[in-house]
């Protein structure tokens, strides 16, 4: 199982690191440079209060299926008819909540950008769905490929109206990515349905409520993440004295986070069935638990440390309007990557045992205390305020689930805390080091050599050995 985790992982990161990145810096960042800081700011308030209603849009099916498919394979074809003429239902349900929403809250007018944000919301739900049948089927290296589909459509097209039109707007954008999910979903469905005769019978109403009632816990764990992850894009716009423009400073600095949660979520996707499936093995279960832990350990903090140190330099490069300020809050931004990539190792772990009633208490008081800080800190420091509550929130999150899982799973978890320090310790030294060479030498051959450093300084500390490597570059090899 640890062999087919790194063989996996390799795959999936080397998908990403090709097709992601282009997305986002070549499309994403070019949009808000093109539409400035305030238009996209709106658009990015709209798309946070639709995220605030995802509990009805995905009611934890996709978690729900992945497992279920993921301990036993037969269940595919029990459930996966009436899983989605239920997700279809709650899509219809989503959209008309999200539009009633945004006229009570005073965004009426752009309702016509509302209603095809929440669509592509349901298409992207839809997409996780389908692939969670293909990724708890074993089929990793095909929902690998479906992960950056919809992307590669996007760079084409989008890409191709940056180009064209001279006044590029955000509907352009927002309808681009339509048809870019819309031709996803459809390829994964004609994938799903034609290697594995998936049939789509007619659901009663006795189905449809014990199918919510099985899936209404992870409903609830998706829909408290949504509040304490999302919530701060709405508060911002409408608690911050210019907020538009705040929202779209911030916006601009979570979409680097953003792009940086798209590996940790790799991590989830890949460990969420295999967690399942070792449910009866603690030993295997352990040992992939520590060797997914170290990863993202190495991951985030070689990442978050490097990137905060050249925080400002690296806004800078990618828009226009950015200063100091924007750095600032970036800088915040990218810290709690740590938090948020370990969140996804061990609250993956705690989702596979289906036992949400713990996490789920847990996910509330880090929403309360997520709102409660945004409405301190917003009013009088704007973006950097919502920076600051999201670094401390995620910071939160990470510790407690870290200690309920060593706890729980009896993870020995205090026995690699001096190596995961001597990371952290050197990694910090070796930026801020290359950060006062920016004087002598370009900035970005400065941060490459800090990142190359984490690289270097995550094996010989031995929390990525060079087995686990090996089994990187050559997926047939066992690591030891």
């Known amino acids: 199982m640890r062999r ?52 009805v849009n995905d009611f934890g099916i996709q978690i729900y299926h992945n497992r279920q498919v993921a301990s036993d394979r037969s269940e595919l074809q029990r459930l996966f008819g009436g899983l989605l003429q239920l997700k279809l239902i709650l899509a219809g349900i ?10 009570i809250a005073g965004y009426g007018a752009w309702w016509h950008l509302t209603l095809p944000i929440v669509v592509n919301l349901a298409l992207v739900s839809l997409i996780l769905y389908l692939r969670s049948g293909i990724s708890g089927l074993g089929h990793y290296r095909t929902d690998s490929l479906l992960s950056v589909m919809d992307k590669l459509f996007m760079i084409l097209v989008c890409g191709a109206l940056l180009l064209t039109l001279p006044d590029f707007e955000i509907t352009h954008f927002i309808y681009a990515q339509m048809g870019s999910l819309l031709v996803t979903a459809l390829i994964a469905f004609i994938i799903l349905r034609s290697r594995h005769a998936v049939r789509i019978t007619r659901i009663g109403r006795q189905q449809i409520v014990a199918l919510v009632r099985a899936a209404g816990p992870y409903a609830l764990a998706v829909f408290l993440m949504s509040i304490y992850t999302r919530v701060d894009g709405v508060m911002i716009e409408q608690l911050a004295p210019d907020g538009q423009y705040q929202a779209g400073l911030y916006a601009a600095g979570y979409r680097l986070l953003d792009a940086a949660n798209m590996f940790a979520f790799l991590f989830a996707v890949l460990l969420l069935p295999m967690f399942s499936r070792l449910m009866n093995d603690r030993v295997a279960l352990l040992r992939l638990l520590g060797q997914g832990f170290r990863l993202m350990w190495c991951v985030t903090v070689g990442v978050g440390v490097v990137c905060y140190f050249f925080r400002i330099p690296v806004m800078e490069l990618l828009y226009a309007e950015a200063d100091r300020e924007w750095g600032a809050v970036f800088g915040l931004l990218i810290l709690s990557f740590i938090g948020v990539g370990l969140m996804y190792v061990f609250g993956t772990l705690v989702t596979a045992t289906g036992n949400l009633r713990r996490l789920n208490q847990f996910y509330l008081c880090f929403a309360l205390f997520n709102i409660a800080c945004n409405f301190i800190l917003i009013p009088r420091f704007g973006a950097w305020g919502a920076a600051m509550a999201t670094l401390t929130t995620q910071s939160l999150v ?69 087995d686990e490597v090996r089994g990187l570059l050559r997926p047939g090899q066992t690591p030891h």
């Open 4 to 55: 087919q985790f790194l063989a996996n992982l390799s795959f999936l990161v080397l998908l990403n690191l090709i097709i992601k990145p282009v997305y986002i810096f070549g499309i994403e960042v070019s949009v808000q440079n093109a539409v400035g800081a305030e238009v996209y700011g709106l658009f990015f308030t709209l798309l946070n209060s639709a995220y605030l209603f995802q509990i």
């Open 94 to 103: 989503f959209v008309l909540l999200v539009l009633a929403f945004t006229f």
């Open 398 to 466: 990470a510790v407690v689930l870290v200690a309920y899982v060593s706890t729980s799973f009896q993870w020995s978890f205090h026995r690699q805390v001096l190596r995961l320090l001597l990371f952290a310790g050197g990694v910090t030294g070796m930026a801020f080091l290359t950060r006062m060479l920016v004087s002598h030498v370009p900035w970005i051959a400065c941060m490459v050599l800090a990142l190359l450093f984490a690289l270097a300084w995550a094996l010989i500390t031995r929390l990525v050995s060079i």
